[in-house]
């Protein structure tokens, strides 16, 4: 079983602060993560990927991935009330019977606080 | 590009009845994988298809079954309904070359009454 874990939260943080989003995984040969946002009712929408070790930025977003370890985090800077969701990792894997799959943690809420 | 359309938005349908949702993935890409997500489980995996073959499955029971047609259209079917399947259905589409990434439609919310 591949896992995907992630903590449940909620995550509560101030207006304006870093919100620290983390996830483990348990395949070794895992190639390709992903940060999905989910709003209440809503569909994940996509909105980082990382393939290499270290960090990728975009906006007030940073993906960090370290394999070694096997984690890879999700960094949000000058948080905004609008950022509170329910956010997923998920792990691209590959298995040789049945190919590529997509497999997502159970996600953090965060809950960006005025 | 238009993104990946699912039908119906909403359904309402009694125990024991049987329903078929419908996926219509991005252009060009063959995958469609279909997922479960309800409050306390989060995103379940159903099953994948890929130039309609199912691909992978997950862990749930029968009654849940899909198809591929040759445009990559995919629906998912639910025999013999449980108030248990009342769930926001998703599907995502991936084309697994380039960068790989999955798009989720709007998700079907189906109450079982």
């Known amino acids: 079983q591949k896992e995907v874990e992630q903590n449940s939260g909620p995550l509560s943080v101030p207006e304006g602060a870093i919100a620290s989003l983390n996830c483990t995984y348990s395949d070794r040969g895992s190639q390709s993560f992903f940060w999905y946002r989910q709003y209440s009712g809503k569909s994940p929408e996509l909105i980082m990927f990382i393939y290499s070790n270290g960090d990728k930025e975009d906006g007030r977003f940073t993906a960090q991935l370290n394999k070694a370890s096997q984690y890879v985090s999700l960094l949000i800077r000058d948080s905004q009330p609008s950022d509170s969701a329910t956010y997923l990792c998920a792990v691209k894997t590959f298995d040789s019977n049945s190919g590529y799959a997509l497999n997502f943690g159970k996600g953090t809420s965060l809950l960006v606080t005025p | 590009k238009a993104g990946v359309t699912q039908t119906p938005r909403y359904l309402i349908k009694t125990r024991g009845q049987q329903v078929t949702l419908s996926c219509s993935p991005i252009s060009g890409h063959r995958s469609v994988s279909w997922y479960q997500q309800t409050p306390g489980q989060g995103l379940q995996f159903l099953f994948e298809?890929?130039?309609?073959?199912?691909?992978n499955k997950g862990n749930f029971p029968g009654r849940f079954s899909g198809r591929q047609f040759s445009n990559s259209r995919s629906e998912m079917n639910v025999s013999t309904l449980e108030l248990g399947d009342s769930a926001l259905y998703l599907c995502a589409s991936t084309s697994w070359t380039g960068e790989n990434r999955a798009f989720f439609g709007q998700g079907t919310r189906l109450t079982v009454v």
């Open positions: 298809y890929f130039s309609e073959t199912q691909r």
